[in-house]
């Protein structure tokens, strides 16, 4: 398939796990791909990997929760490659398990920072230069986490709750300028988000338990969705928050 050649395709937190996965998905299928992440040497990696591949990346270095340095990325996206037609605004954090009233203040606002003012960052910079272009796609990271409630978590499905939340409204506010907007949800992925956890029994089973499939995903099984959404087969989905979790929110 060659959904995307000579499109743009700019990816948050693409140095590894679910962007850096769905980099090189975008890219072999004939995206140009931005491959943005706080951390260099992780989204060089990704960009030797495309161009080994045959594509084609440009890593540019950003904190999501900066719109300045957001900014930027989408600058350098549309003097790269002339456009921005798709964006995958993925990057995230965990900072643990506690309950909400053991939560520290930093971890809060750490959280918050990335997950969600990283998202708003993200579609302030893109939606304009998507609406003046004449259209765009945005799919966001958002997770199972953004549609129910997870004992342990709550900084981490306040903030996905929330992506899920501007996700539904800048579709509103762009379905008539071209622009869809989506979230991918995901269940619980083996990435090095979660890696440390994955390794301890308890986590194994908590994840077996509450994942009717039995197991986590690999992030090459996330990546396909942001695709599709991404692509011209979605043409008529905007404002949907698709969940890629083996089943668990079908509980
Ligand atoms: P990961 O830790 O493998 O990758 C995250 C990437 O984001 C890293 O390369 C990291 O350097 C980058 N990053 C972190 N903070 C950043 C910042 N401030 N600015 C720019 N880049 C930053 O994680 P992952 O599992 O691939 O997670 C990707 C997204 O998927 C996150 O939004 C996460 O919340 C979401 N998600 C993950 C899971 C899971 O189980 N792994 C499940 C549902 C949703």
């Given at each position: 398939?060659?959904?995307?050649?000579?499109?743009?395709?700019?990816?948050?937190?693409?140095?590894?796990?679910?962007g850096?996965?769905?980099?090189?998905?975008?890219?072999?299928?004939?995206?140009?791909?931005?491959?943005?992440?706080?951390?260099?040497d992780?989204?060089?990696?990704?960009?030797?990997?495309?161009?080994?591949?045959?594509?084609?990346?440009?890593?540019?270095?950003?904190?999501?929760?900066?719109?300045?340095?957001?900014?930027?990325?989408?600058?350098?996206?549309?003097?790269?490659?002339?456009?921005?037609?798709?964006?995958?605004?993925?990057?995230?954090?965990?900072?643990?398990f506690?309950?909400?009233?053991?939560?520290?203040?930093?971890?809060w606002?750490?959280?918050?920072?990335?997950?969600?003012?990283?998202?708003?960052?993200?579609?302030?910079?893109?939606?304009?230069?998507?609406?003046e272009?004449?259209?765009?796609?945005?799919?966001?990271t958002?997770?199972?986490?953004?549609?129910?409630?997870?004992?342990?978590?709550?900084?981490?499905?306040?903030?996905?709750?929330?992506?899920?939340?501007?996700?539904?409204?800048?579709?509103?506010?762009?379905?008539?300028r071209g622009?869809?907007?989506n979230?991918?949800?995901?269940?619980?992925?083996?990435?090095?988000?979660?890696a440390?956890?994955?390794?301890?029994?308890?986590?194994?089973?908590?994840?077996?338990?509450n994942?009717?499939?039995?197991r986590?995903?690999?992030?090459?099984?996330?990546?396909?969705l942001?695709?599709?959404?991404?692509?011209?087969?979605?043409?008529y989905?905007?404002?949907?928050?698709?969940?890629?979790?083996?089943?668990?929110?079908?509980?």
């Amino acid at each position: 398939m060659d959904r995307f050649t000579d499109e743009t395709a700019l990816v948050t937190g693409a140095g590894s796990g679910i962007g850096r996965a769905t980099a090189q998905r975008l890219a072999s299928e004939g995206a140009n791909v931005v491959v943005s992440d706080i951390d260099e040497d992780r989204g060089e990696d990704v960009v030797a990997s495309i161009e080994d591949d045959g594509g084609s990346a440009t890593f540019v270095s950003a904190n999501v929760a900066d719109p300045d340095a957001v900014q930027r990325v989408v600058e350098v996206a549309v003097e790269t490659y002339g456009s921005l037609d798709i964006a995958h605004n993925n990057a995230g954090i965990l900072t643990g398990f506690q309950d909400i009233a053991d939560i520290g203040e930093d971890d809060w606002d750490k959280l918050m920072a990335v997950n969600l003012k990283g998202v708003w960052a993200g579609m302030k910079a893109e939606l304009p230069v998507m609406e003046e272009q004449g259209g765009g796609v945005i799919v966001n990271t958002a997770s199972e986490a953004g549609l129910v409630g997870m004992g342990g978590l709550g900084n981490y499905v306040a903030s996905k709750h929330g992506v899920v939340g501007l996700t539904r409204t800048a579709a509103l506010e762009y379905a008539d300028r071209g622009v869809r907007v989506n979230s991918i949800c995901p269940g619980v992925v083996e990435t090095p988000m979660t890696a440390e956890r994955l390794d301890t029994a308890e986590f194994q089973a908590f994840v077996e338990t509450n994942t009717p499939m039995g197991r986590p995903a690999d992030p090459t099984e996330i990546a396909p969705l942001a695709a599709f959404l991404a692509s011209d087969e979605a043409s008529y989905i905007t404002g949907a928050n698709v969940p890629v979790d083996g089943g668990w929110t079908a509980h």
